[in-house]
């Protein structure tokens, strides 16, 4: 009942929106006042001098990018991993390992140029920084005052290798390698980089707009969770889903890849405030708590509707937490920070029983955990969000200002579609030309050995 009154409450205030004017949040920069002659030499000389490094930040920012990093491998590897059949865990651990090194030269040629270049029309970033041409070692003010820009541009890449590599639990188990490599690049290109512009970007409409995403909500979890359903969808079960039995071959891993996950996310969130500052510290706080507030929940609501807690459980509802409090990590408070994790461990949980219902095979749970998470911390955002935490954002609904639970709920809704249907054209593309799926005698021997000619176990 609680949550039925919670979605009516949000489409009246996704209407009402329309009637509101959103805060633009201008830096408005002030004229100094004329100065005598004498002080003239002295002005012109401060208004010329460059910006100042800090090496604290920058320290902060090259920790965090390492942070990220680990995130995907390791971190994600094993989790991915250990959640696959023995048959399957090396190819899956590949696509990890490997998306860390495809994204990262897409990253450096076309990427980062496409995602926080020079504006053009609020849409896409322009390719004045192809090849990271004037992407130098001086700060660019616009994307972190006291580092280098290319520690910002590090960072960011580190974003971008690991949204698309959450996508993979989606196709776990049956798709092409070849086909793999070619749908990520064209994922990161055409939905990832637009989709971080129109967020993040100095000039991209929905960052105009006021929506609040502090490390990725819409631009991360969003995306690879709506994603990772319409991939799951277009390419199909796994051969034998849901009658015989799929389980994971190595919980171990797959609870030291959560763990690492859970560890370098303090880089992913932290990392966001671009300052070894107090927000910074508050992101990682609310990180921490939002984190062990979920894999609670999600243990006790397995434990009501199961009998028995599980090991698994708990990892994924940690994961979960993480996801959800990721783009409120910068706007919200420790209380908050609770009660966003806590409805992340359930409402994650009830969407990844609700997915053997709907019939899709998501193998891993990317949509219940990533796509669900990250819409309800998007949301959650819109509801907790105080300017007491961060001054630049915004107050939400429960601080007198409801018109920000429907800029979230456009954001998150334009996410959804621009994710969804790019992602169906691009795989439909890839299918006509190469395929998607393994054959059926391919997946029959599993991709470790159809794929790579290797074996994850030497038994």
Same mark, same amino acid.
């Given at each position: 009942? #609680?949550?039925?009154?919670?979605?009516?409450?949000?489409?009246?205030?996704?209407?009402?929106?329309?009637?509101?004017? @959103?805060?633009?949040?201008?830096?408005?920069?002030?004229?100094?006042?004329?100065?005598?002659?004498?002080?003239?030499?002295?002005?012109?000389?401060?208004?010329? @001098?460059?910006?100042?490094?800090?090496? =604290?930040?920058?320290?902060?920012?090259?920790?965090?990018?390492?942070?990220?990093?680990?995130?995907?491998?390791? =971190?994600?590897?094993?989790?991915?991993?250990?959640?696959?059949? #023995?048959?399957?865990?090396?190819?899956? +651990?590949?696509?990890?390992?490997?998306?860390?090194?495809?994204?990262?030269?897409?990253?450096? *040629?076309?990427?980062?140029?496409? @995602?926080?270049?020079?504006?053009?029309?609020?849409?896409?970033?322009?390719?004045?920084?192809?090849?990271?041409?004037?992407?130098?070692?001086?700060?660019?003010?616009?994307?972190?005052?006291?580092?280098?820009?290319?520690?910002?541009?590090?960072?960011?890449?580190?974003?971008?290798?690991? $949204?698309?590599?959450?996508?993979?639990?989606?196709?776990?188990? #049956?798709?092409?390698?070849?086909?793999?490599?070619?749908? $990520?690049?064209?994922?990161?290109?055409?939905?990832?980089?637009?989709?971080?512009?129109?967020?993040?970007?100095? %000039?991209?409409?929905?960052?105009?707009?006021?929506?609040?995403?502090?490390?990725?909500?819409?631009?991360?979890?969003?995306?690879? =969770?709506?994603?990772?359903?319409?991939?799951?969808?277009?390419?199909?079960?796994?051969?034998?889903?849901?009658?015989?039995?799929?389980?994971?071959?190595?919980?171990?891993?797959?609870?030291?890849?959560?763990?690492?996950?859970? !560890?370098?996310? !303090?880089?992913?969130?932290?990392?966001?405030?671009?300052?070894?500052?107090?927000?910074?510290?508050?992101?990682?706080?609310?990180?921490?708590?939002?984190?062990?507030?979920?894999?609670?929940?999600?243990?006790?609501?397995?434990?009501?509707?199961? %009998?028995?807690?599980?090991?698994?459980?708990?990892?994924?509802?940690?994961?979960?937490?993480?996801?959800?409090?990721?783009?409120?990590?910068? !706007?919200?408070?420790?209380?908050?920070?609770?009660?966003?994790?806590?409805?992340?461990?359930?409402?994650?949980?009830?969407?990844?029983?609700? /997915?053997?219902?709907?019939?899709?095979?998501?193998?891993?749970?990317?949509?219940?955990?990533?796509?669900?998470? %990250?819409?309800?911390?998007? *949301?959650?955002?819109?509801?907790?969000?105080?300017?007491?935490?961060?001054?630049?954002?915004?107050?939400?609904?429960?601080?007198?200002?409801?018109?920000?639970?429907? +800029?979230?709920?456009?954001?998150?809704?334009? $996410?959804?579609?621009?994710?969804?249907? %790019?992602?169906?054209?691009?795989? /439909?593309?890839?299918?006509?030309?190469?395929?998607?799926?393994?054959?059926?005698?391919?997946?029959?021997?599993?991709?470790?050995?159809?794929?790579?000619?290797?074996?994850?176990?030497? *038994?």
């Amino acid at each position: 009942m #609680r949550k039925r009154q919670m979605m009516k409450a949000s489409i009246l205030l996704l209407l009402g929106a329309a009637l509101l004017i @959103a805060p633009a949040m201008v830096l408005a920069q002030q004229a100094p006042p004329p100065a005598a002659p004498s002080e003239a030499p002295a002005a012109a000389s401060a208004v010329s @001098a460059p910006p100042k490094i800090d090496s =604290g930040d920058t320290a902060w920012m090259l920790t965090s990018s390492a942070l990220v990093l680990l995130m995907t491998a390791p =971190g994600l590897a094993l989790f991915y991993g250990g959640l696959v059949r #023995r048959k399957n865990a090396l190819g899956t +651990i590949m696509h990890s390992f490997i998306i860390l090194a495809l994204i990262t030269i897409q990253w450096a *040629l076309w990427g980062y140029s496409l @995602a926080f270049g020079p504006d053009r029309g609020g849409i896409i970033g322009s390719l004045a920084w192809v090849g990271l041409r004037g992407v130098g070692l001086d700060p660019n003010p616009d994307y972190g005052a006291t580092i280098p820009h290319q520690a910002f541009m590090v960072y960011q890449m580190m974003f971008a290798v690991i $949204t698309p590599a959450l996508i993979t639990g989606a196709f776990a188990e #049956r798709m092409k390698f070849s086909s793999f490599l070619v749908f $990520t690049l064209l994922w990161a290109t055409f939905i990832y980089d637009p989709l971080a512009h129109w967020v993040w970007a100095i %000039g991209g409409w929905i960052r105009k707009m006021g929506a609040l995403d502090f490390a990725g909500g819409t631009v991360v979890h969003i995306s690879s =969770g709506v994603s990772a359903l319409a991939a799951a969808m277009l390419i199909g079960r796994r051969r034998g889903y849901p009658q015989e039995p799929m389980p994971p071959h190595n919980l171990t891993m797959t609870v030291t890849g959560a763990s690492l996950l859970w !560890f370098g996310w !303090f880089g992913f969130n932290a990392g966001s405030a671009i300052a070894a500052n107090k927000l910074a510290t508050n992101a990682f706080v609310v990180t921490h708590l939002a984190t062990a507030a979920a894999a609670l929940a999600w243990m006790l609501a397995e434990w009501s509707s199961r %009998g028995k807690p599980t090991v698994l459980g708990a990892a994924s509802g940690a994961v979960a937490g993480l996801v959800a409090i990721t783009p409120a990590s910068g !706007f919200v408070g420790p209380m908050p920070a609770i009660a966003i994790g806590a409805g992340a461990g359930v409402f994650c949980y009830s969407a990844c029983i609700l /997915k053997t219902r709907l019939g899709y095979d998501d193998s891993l749970d990317v949509v219940g955990v990533h796509g669900v998470g %990250g819409t309800w911390g998007a *949301l959650a955002t819109g509801l907790f969000a105080s300017k007491a935490v961060n001054p630049d954002g915004a107050d939400g609904l429960f601080f007198g200002n409801p018109g920000q639970l429907g +800029i979230q709920a456009i954001a998150v809704l334009a $996410t959804w579609v621009f994710a969804f249907v %790019g992602t169906i054209i691009l795989l /439909k593309i890839v299918d006509a030309i190469m395929g998607l799926r393994v054959s059926q005698d391919e997946e029959q021997v599993g991709i470790d050995l159809s794929q790579h000619d290797e074996n994850a176990y030497a *038994l």
